[in-house]
């Protein structure tokens, strides 16, 4: 069974940049497509990109287009999450995600079956 881990977030000012590491354990993350999702507080999840298996499809929420660059690298069994140009509405806890078998990718909670334990991202002066 997949297991997912988050890291990379912390504590950053308007304007900087972060990049987020998801890596999986115990299986392949290649048959895997993956998402990032947030959770800003008294806030629902919402979708912030996704990155198909083979990286054909990426989608990526309006919210965070032009500033937020989603990659993976199979043959570490890692996604990473490419933050810039933070503002401090990008707070929130950030999670990733994982479907196996899926041709694409989403960026809907409801198409992912397995979930990271997030790591905060918080955006401040």
């Known amino acids: 069974q997949l297991q997912l881990a988050e890291s990379g977030g912390g504590l950053v000012q308007p304007g900087e940049s972060l990049t987020l590491s998801c890596v999986g354990s115990?299986?392949?993350?290649?048959?895997?497509?993956i998402g990032w999702f947030r959770q800003a507080p008294g806030k629902t999840r919402e979708g912030v990109s996704c990155v198909s298996r083979t990286s054909r499809h990426i989608h990526y929420a309006d919210s965070v287009k032009g500033r937020f660059t989603v990659s993976r690298d199979n043959a570490k069994n890692t996604a990473y999450l490419q933050l810039e140009s933070l503002k401090t509405e990008d707070t929130g806890v950030y999670y990733c995600?994982?479907?196996?078998?899926?041709?694409?990718?989403?960026?809907?909670?409801?198409?992912?079956?397995?979930w990271g334990q997030g790591t905060q991202v918080t955006v401040s002066s």
């Open positions: 115990g299986s392949n993350l290649d048959y895997y497509a």
């Open positions: 995600a994982a479907v196996g078998g899926a041709a694409g990718c989403a960026y809907y909670d409801s198409f992912y079956d397995l």
